[in-house]
């Protein structure tokens, strides 16, 4: 019985993976908070979404794209699901970039460091991107007391931590 109970619904979803859907049944259907972040970041940057990560920064939830842009250019955006509004923007670059080596006036140990300070654990990735123009080292840090990433990330500049989030989860690969 229930491996027929199994086959109808397995049938049923077949059939209605061949239904046609208007675009207002699409955007009916699009009413998450993260359908509607991956809204606001799709119509803010064309492109592949390569990673989405759920945060939380300050008490406040946040989903964090990484996406690859039609120009080739990986961006990296917050959104927050409560308004849909967009912050935190951060153009990825390579740890040797040029301008971002010229831009620094830290090292990357001295960033990691400092971060490791404020947040015991392992670094377990690390980015190096331009928020405006301001330098910023990444650090995700797992904490084995905590049992989750945390992302920590220091101006380049000053080697101040501008902002910390705990990673509830993520999907894809932004590295």
Same mark, same amino acid.
């Given at each position: 019985? %229930?491996?027929?109970?199994?086959?109808?619904?397995? $049938?049923?979803?077949?059939?209605?993976?061949? $239904?046609? @859907?208007? =675009?207002?049944?699409?955007?009916?259907?699009?009413? $998450?908070?993260?359908? !509607?972040?991956?809204?606001? $970041? @799709?119509?803010?940057?064309?492109? @592949?979404? +390569?990673?989405?990560?759920?945060?939380?920064?300050?008490?406040?939830?946040?989903?964090?794209?990484?996406?690859?842009?039609?120009?080739? %250019?990986?961006? =990296?955006?917050?959104?927050?699901?409560?308004?849909?509004?967009?912050?935190?923007?951060?153009? /990825? +670059?390579?740890?040797?970039?040029? !301008?971002?080596?010229?831009? +620094?006036?830290?090292?990357?140990?001295?960033?990691?460091?400092?971060?490791?300070?404020?947040?015991?654990?392992?670094?377990?990735?690390? /980015?190096?991107?331009?928020?405006? #123009?301001?330098?910023?080292?990444?650090? #995700?840090?797992?904490?084995?007391?905590?049992?989750? =990433?945390?992302?920590?990330?220091?101006?380049?500049?000053?080697?101040?931590?501008?902002?910390?989030?705990?990673?509830?989860?993520?999907?894809?690969?932004?590295?």
């Amino acid at each position: 019985m %229930k491996k027929l109970l199994l086959g109808i619904t397995l $049938t049923g979803l077949s059939l209605n993976g061949y $239904t046609v @859907h208007s =675009e207002d049944d699409i955007k009916k259907a699009l009413t $998450t908070d993260l359908d !509607k972040c991956f809204i606001a $970041t @799709h119509q803010k940057y064309e492109g @592949h979404i +390569v990673s989405l990560e759920r945060e939380v920064e300050d008490g406040k939830p946040i989903y964090e794209f990484d996406i690859k842009t039609k120009d080739g %250019k990986r961006v =990296e955006i917050e959104c927050n699901p409560l308004t849909g509004e967009l912050s935190d923007e951060e153009f /990825e +670059v390579d740890k040797n970039d040029k !301008k971002f080596k010229q831009a +620094v006036k830290i090292s990357a140990k001295e960033a990691e460091k400092i971060a490791l300070e404020n947040t015991p654990g392992k670094v377990v990735e690390r /980015e190096y991107a331009f928020e405006g #123009d301001t330098p910023v080292y990444e650090f #995700d840090i797992y904490s084995k007391d905590k049992g989750h =990433e945390i992302e920590v990330e220091i101006n380049g500049l000053t080697g101040e931590i501008m902002e910390t989030e705990i990673e509830i989860y993520d999907i894809g690969n932004d590295s």
